[in-house]
């Protein structure tokens, strides 16, 4: 079935270093791709998406490219702060009229000031 | 608008105890969603309803019942509380008007439920 792994954590980082959390996907068919970030204490909020191969998501300095050839939708940051930790999940969205989301199991970026 | 909302926000049960939790949209949206979210395991979808009056099992239903009773509400019912149902459950909610695009999932800020 279908499923989307992605990297552990924590990942601890100092402000204003590169981020990257690795997302890759197994799926039949074309889904969609999404990350969800969630602060503490907070439900889940869409952070970016992209539905089709080469779409660039981006959105808050966060960006992430589906790449169809690797099955891969990794999550990119230039320069991450304080405020952008928090558990980062990246899903999908099979085909069909449902709706239903499919998640990885979430990672943690710590952000030291 | 209030967006998605949950009550509780916690419990504490102990086992063979019911509860219900409740879950109300205020976007006008069809589909609604009852998830769980556990340690190391992301989340995982429950039941959901595409559109009111239906309903449909999800990943993991079992233990749980659910009531779409209108489009703004969607509940969780634990008949018999068990410890293995000790999590945090996140509603989302989304227009499902099939106009194309991906609709995105609303979630509200959870339900920290303890089943001792």
Same mark, same amino acid.
């Given at each position: ?83 952008? @930790? ?28 | ?73 969607? @509940? ?16 989302? @909610?989304?227009?499902? @008007? ?19």
């Amino acid at each position: 079935g279908d499923s989307v792994t992605q990297m552990e954590g924590p990942v601890t980082l100092s402000e204003e270093a590169f981020l990257t959390i690795n997302c890759t996907y197994t799926a039949t068919g074309y889904p969609s791709l999404f990350w969800y970030v969630q602060y503490p204490g907070e439900g889940l909020q869409l952070l970016l998406k992209a539905t089709k191969a080469d779409d660039k998501g981006s959105n808050k300095g966060f960006e992430a490219t589906y790449r169809k050839e690797t099955t891969s939708f990794h999550l990119e940051k230039g320069s991450v702060q304080v405020s952008d @930790s928090a558990v980062y999940f990246c899903a999908l969205r099979a085909g069909g009229a449902t709706n239903k989301l499919i998640f990885g199991t979430g990672t943690l970026l710590a952000v030291q000031p | 608008n209030a967006g998605v909302t949950q009550t509780p926000k916690f419990q504490v049960l102990k086992t063979g105890q019911s509860m219900t939790l409740q879950c109300a949209q205020d976007m006008n949206h069809n589909s609604m969603y009852w998830y769980r979210q556990d340690p190391g395991m992301g989340l995982r979808l429950i039941y959901y309803s595409a559109s009111e009056g239906t309903t449909d099992k999800g990943e993991v239903p079992n233990g749980y019942n659910v009531s779409r009773l209108n489009k703004r509400e969607f @509940s969780l019912r634990l008949e018999s509380a068990a410890p293995s149902q000790t999590s945090v459950y996140f509603c989302a @909610s989304s227009d499902s @008007s099939g106009r194309g695009g991906v609709n995105e999932q609303f979630f509200g800020p959870g339900t920290r439920l303890t089943v001792l």
